[in-house]
């Protein structure tokens, strides 16, 4: 029943959380400052400076309702309402850097509808899923006042040349019915069905599969046997990962809502067409498989197996040697936490800390590569030696205060920005500038590109290369 899974690689990228959290930072700074807009939007009085690029990429539904299509050497202003100014600065904020903090800000049950109602009408899909956990939640009374499970977890056998093994496991999850009332005549098993709202099963399975950016990412996915008719049901998880000391290190924490929109039907060779139902919902990505199996993490647990091997003597048809060996195997260990998240305030939804966790939505990397290679809203070209690359000024001064220093040297009408950088490397440059992540280069230049990281105050840069360089042996 264990589903294999291939940890496969794209390109390879180099990149650390901090060199990713930095485009998250330096984008809610251009938010915050609005320096070189290209759109106005006034909303309930306020002004909302804004870059087409960005919301191109991230809420195409906004930029057609605004009736944005075309580039404008002019900055637009236009008219918007149907959320009060305070939110939508949340939203919008949400949409340059990915930031979940806005949550944390909406202490009123009032302002979690208002956002969700937003959302939902102009189809900001980027932030459909994080919303979710701010609709109706079921009552202690339908439910259960409280219910968690801790399920131990494990991935066999994850640096062998064959597939990494995943795991999952059925949980049966015992809720206390409501009473049944008191009655003559007998209930109907339909009539005691529906008055005694449970979870039937749950069934949790952990895995990995190919997501953003073409990684590898370890997922999991919860299935319920029935859910009550009338409400949702919303189960708060929590994953970690357990090292050999048994330290376990929060991995993420998420909400996942089980409404009849997780519905899934089915038909069995034994059911004689009657028509089964399941309840699936599949979690955000957790981390990369690449960086769950790195040595430095040690989160791999050594296990020694012995192999036997039999091997026919040359010419000797009948003479059969027998040998065996002690090998090393490493399995990593997994560790949920499951709770039903019952009538819990919209305060507690912030998400946990944790070193391998990102506090923003991991889809900004994907949107921030479609603003890369989009030329539709750029506004300068940038160059080295023959080579010219479109680009947004706003981002890059964003990113760079060297950059945003040379563009403000130079003429304000100026189209044009020399970057000081071997010409090979302009369009590596730029990609890491606009998401965080550099195409691996030959070990021989990174020495060449920490000069250029240090040129431009590219401090995450700089680790991201430092982290590449290859360790020096100490003869001695």
Request: with cysteine; glycine share 4%.
């Amino acid at each position: 029943s264990s589903e294999k899974t291939d940890p496969e690689f794209p390109e390879k990228l180099w990149y650390t959380n901090a060199s990713l959290k930095a485009v998250s930072d330096d984008l809610k700074k251009l938010f915050s400052s609005g320096k070189y807009p290209d759109l106005i939007l006034k909303a309930d009085g306020e002004e909302f400076k804004l870059h087409k690029c960005i919301l191109n990429a991230r809420w195409p539904k906004l930029m057609s309702t605004l009736e944005i299509g075309e580039p404008s050497d002019e900055v637009e202003t236009k008219e918007f309402s149907g959320i009060s100014r305070h939110l939508l600065k949340r939203v919008l904020e949400f949409a340059y850097c990915g930031s979940l903090e806005f949550m944390n800000y909406l202490h009123e049950i009032e302002d979690g509808i208002e956002v969700f109602d937003f959302v939902k009408k102009y189809n900001f899909y980027r932030l459909n899923n994080q919303i979710s956990q701010l609709s109706p939640k079921c009552s202690s009374s339908q439910i259960l006042q409280s219910y968690r499970t801790s399920v131990e977890m494990k991935f066999t056998n994850v640096t062998s040349t064959e597939k990494a093994m995943g795991d999952f496991r059925t949980c049966e999850i015992h809720l206390k019915p409501r009473k049944l009332p008191r009655s003559e005549e007998p209930m109907t098993e339909r009539d005691r069905e529906k008055f005694q709202q449970h979870i039937r099963f749950m069934d949790l399975r952990l895995y990995v599969d190919k997501g953003p950016l073409g990684y590898n990412w370890l997922m999991f996915s919860i299935v319920l046997g029935k859910i009550p008719q009338e409400n949702p049901v919303t189960i708060k998880c929590k994953l970690y990962v357990v090292d050999e000391g048994k330290v376990k290190y929060l991995l993420t924490e998420q909400y996942l809502v089980f409404d009849r929109s997780t519905e899934i039907s089915f038909t069995t060779p034994f059911s004689k067409g009657k028509i089964s139902k399941r309840y699936r919902r599949i979690s955000e990505p957790v981390i990369t498989w690449q960086e769950l199996t790195e040595e430095r993490n040690n989160f791999m647990r050594k296990r020694p197996v012995t192999k036997f091997s039999r091997t026919l003597l040359q010419g000797k048809s009948k003479e059969i040697e027998s040998s065996e060996e002690t090998v090393e195997e490493k399995d990593i260990c997994f560790r949920f936490e499951l709770k039903l998240a019952d009538g819990e305030h919209l305060h507690d939804l912030r998400l946990g800390e944790s070193e391998f966790m990102y506090e923003f939505d991991y889809k900004i990397f994907q949107d921030l590569e479609l603003v890369h290679d989009d030329d539709k809203f750029t506004d300068i070209e940038v160059y080295s030696g023959g080579w010219i690359i479109k680009a947004h000024k706003a981002i890059l001064a964003a990113r760079s205060t060297k950059i945003s220093e040379d563009i403000l040297r130079s003429k304000k009408s100026s189209k044009s920005l020399e970057i000081k950088i071997e010409p090979e490397y302009l369009s590596v440059f730029i990609h890491y500038l606009y998401t965080g992540q550099i195409l691996e280069v030959p070990v021989h230049k990174i020495d060449n590109l920490l000069s250029v990281a240090h040129e431009y105050r590219l401090n995450c840069l700089e680790a991201v290369l430092e982290k590449q360089k290859p360790k020096q042996v100490d003869i001695a």
